[in-house]
């Protein structure tokens, strides 16, 4: 196995386990971005985001994809968007790998947080970052406005 930051040339196999988690999380027709458009995004001249993937024989069999954002309380931070791993692949520690790749990203950027969310039901996720020293936290709400929302906005 290889851990090693994307290429342009990986962008099909990213998609493709970008939609493998949507299907795993129960939102199968949610994924709206293209292989173009994350090839755009990811590897333009102000790249949105950085992606890691695990290789094994010439196959990209996962990824996690990170973006910088800015706290108020902490200044920047890494935020996790996505870490998959192929099914067939789960359980030989290639999640971990992901993980460290990240969290050692996140030290070399001087991030004081790195965050992310995860499914209440995907106990076996929640196990997996909890090990790693993790915190859940159940007392806040993540607050999604879709574009629905966004071209309904209330101004009042």
């Given amino acids: 196995m290889n851990i090693r930051e ?16 949507a299907v795993f999380e129960k939102e199968p027709d949610a994924v709206e971005v293209t292989e173009a458009y994350l090839i755009n995004a990811g590897f333009s001249k102000n790249p949105e985001f950085k992606c890691f993937v695990a290789e094994v024989s010439n196959e990209i069999i996962g990824m996690a ?6 706290s ?36 070399c950027l001087g991030v004081k947080r790195i965050s992310w969310e995860v499914l209440d ?10 090990q790693r020293g993790a915190n859940i936290l159940d007392t806040w709400r993540v607050v999604h406005l879709n574009e629905n929302g966004i071209n309904n906005y209330n101004t009042q």
């Fill in 65 to 70: 994809l990170v973006f910088t954002r800015f």
């Fill in 72 to 107: 108020t309380w902490k200044g920047t931070v890494l935020h996790l968007e996505d870490l998959i791993v192929n099914q067939k692949f789960r359980g030989q520690g290639i999640g971990a790998a992901l993980l460290d790749s990240v969290v050692n990203y996140g030290k």
């Fill in 121 to 130: 039901w995907n106990t076996d996720a929640i196990k997996f970052y909890q």
């Fill in 6 to 21: 994307a290429k342009v040339t990986d962008m099909k196999s990213v998609l493709n386990l970008i939609t493998e988690l």
